[in-house]
């Protein structure tokens, strides 16, 4: 009988450290967090078309990295990406995309959204 009762409380302990560490961020992602990160992405996206490029800052971001203009907030992560080349000589300045990633406890698998001027917004899950 008691023997039962440490190995429960041994097992019960390994499944709490488990949800704390690992599994915390899987449960916040799926009841809001994905929600969220396509709400952000939409209104991102809505100022990408608005002002035919996309945003370098965000209100309650903070700064990453100050040269690329890479922001958090949280588990997400923003990077706007540079435009293509238009001709030969000619390149675009100017922000014409954005990625959205959403992080976990492991680096190897993230959710991200994308978009920018002219693009809808597509998501889905990435790994390396």
């Known amino acids: 009988m008691l023997r039962t009762v440490i190995n429960t409380l041994i097992i ?5 450290i488990l949800y704390f560490v690992v599994g915390q961020s899987y449960v916040k992602f799926y009841s809001g967090g994905r ?6 992405a939409a209104k991102i996206n809505e ?12 209100e309650g971001w903070q700064a990453l ?8 907030n949280g588990s997400m992560f923003y990077y706007p990406v540079l435009g293509r080349k238009i001709g030969e000589s000619e390149e675009r300045k100017d922000y014409q995309e954005f990625t959205l990633i959403y992080s976990f406890f492991a680096p190897d698998h993230w959710f991200e959204v994308q978009g920018g001027v002219g693009k809808k917004v597509t998501s889905g899950w990435k790994s390396r």
């Open 12 to 16: 019960a302990s390994i499944i709490a």
């Open 35 to 40: 929600a969220e990160i396509l709400e952000v």
């Open 47 to 58: 100022l990408c078309h608005t002002n035919k490029s996309c945003p370098v800052a965000l």
């Open 65 to 72: 990295n100050m040269d690329r203009g890479s922001l958090r």
